[in-house]
């Protein structure tokens, strides 16, 4: 079974707008890690943002915020006030035992096209 | 810059041939991980090293091997080349992860792409 599922492998938003792409995980370990990247068409994988299975609020981080469903084991990623710049494949990942620097798990990502 | 150096950034090799991809981390850091993102792909684990010692395996090939050195960086080799090893290979590392470190992320070098023609 995928660790990390994101279904949209492609998404168009019109710039300035909001756009959420979706993450589902699995996992049966109470400790875990959500993490988001960015992948410009340059190939560097640039790191957003960061959920703890334990964190009581919603990760943000500038224009970038976590829309963290614990019960439904979702954590899509909201950018606000979408820029061309914006123009990149996320990819959602998931880390397992906390405790651990165990490997990041990835999903096969979504490509995001910021329309002008 | 995430202070993860790798080399070459690119290579164009042949068939049947060996290659070796070399990674420095992060000043500190003593995981490394390597990735493999073949084309329109995600990131499939390879392998990880803990300050010298395999901590964890992947889909990593049997033709396909590394090693992490006493001064922390890391080679991957690759031999006996196929068409499908053609990729784009990452090489990450982080840091402590708890209170007195942070949330574990990886920071990723730019990326060795090889071409097996």
């Known amino acids: 079974a995928q660790k990390i599922t994101q279904t949209q492998p492609g998404m168009f938003v019109q710039e300035k707008e909001a756009v959420t792409l979706d993450c589902t995980y699995d996992?049966?370990?109470?400790?875990?890690?959500l993490f988001w990247y960015k992948q410009p068409s340059s190939g560097e994988m640039i790191f957003l943002i960061y959920?703890?299975?334990?964190?009581?609020q919603n990760a943000t981080e500038g224009r970038y915020s976590l829309n963290f469903q614990k019960a439904r084991k979702s954590a899509n990623l909201v950018i606000s006030a979408s820029q061309l710049g914006d123009s990149a494949m996320y990819f959602c990942?998931?880390?397992?035992?906390?405790?651990?620097?165990?490997?990041?798990?990835f999903g096969k990502g979504t490509r995001l096209s910021v329309i002008a | 810059d995430s202070g993860v150096t790798q080399t070459p950034k690119h290579l164009i090799t042949a068939t049947g041939q060996r290659v070796t991809l070399r990674c420095s981390p992060r000043?500190?850091?003593?995981?490394v991980y390597w990735y493999q993102q073949s084309l329109d792909q995600g990131l499939q684990f390879l392998i990880q090293?803990?300050?010298?010692?395999?901590?964890a395996k992947g889909n990593i090939l049997e033709r396909f091997s590394a090693q992490q050195f006493p001064d922390l960086h890391s080679e991957l080799n690759l031999s006996s080349l196929e068409l499908g090893d053609s990729a784009l290979y990452f090489c990450?590392?982080?840091?402590?992860?708890?209170?007195?470190?942070?949330?574990?992320?990886?920071?990723f070098g730019e990326g060795s792409r090889l071409t097996v023609l």
């Open positions: 000043s500190g850091d003593l995981s």
């Open positions: 990942a998931m880390r397992e035992e906390l405790s651990g620097n165990t490997p990041l798990v």
């Open positions: 959920q703890g299975s334990y964190d009581q």
């Open positions: 990450a590392s982080s840091g402590p992860i708890g209170i007195l470190g942070g949330t574990g992320e990886l920071f």
């Open positions: 090293y803990y300050n010298g010692e395999e901590r």
């Open positions: 996992t049966s370990d109470p400790s875990y890690g």
